[in-house]
């Protein structure tokens, strides 16, 4: 079974960079479509960017020519590198992994991240 597990998330200053990762165990990465997904308080969660097995790439207008997906097929790895942050990218940040063959949708625990001075 598919698990995903998130990291990287803090407090930053706006205009600053964050990197988060997303490391897959129970699945062959390079089957799988992966994204990154934002929830803010009292709000549904939302696509960043994702990417599909394919190397087609998808992501919100808030993320273009800021946030970056990034994968690591070898090592099971997915980033999300962020940079300029404001204020609004605060949120719970989801890594999401769905595999080519099906819709089933598996789910990292959310990280936090807070763009703040």
């Known amino acids: 079974q598919a698990q995903l597990v998130a990291s990287g998330g803090g407090l930053v200053q706006p205009g600053g960079p964050l990197r988060l990762s997303c490391e897959g165990s129970g699945l062959i990465l390079s089957d799988y479509a992966m994204g990154w997904y934002r929830q803010a308080a009292g709000k549904g969660r939302e696509l960043v960017v994702m990417?599909?097995?394919?190397?087609?790439?998808d992501s919100a207008d808030i993320a273009k020519g800021r946030f970056t997906i990034a994968r690591d097929n070898g090592k099971s790895i997915v980033y999300l590198q962020m940079k300029s942050l404001k204020p609004e990218n605060t949120g719970m940040y989801y890594c999401g992994g769905r595999p080519r063959w099906s819709n089933d949708e598996s789910w990292g625990r959310g990280n936090q991240v807070t763009v703040s001075s």
């Open positions: 990417e599909t097995n394919a190397g087609r790439m």
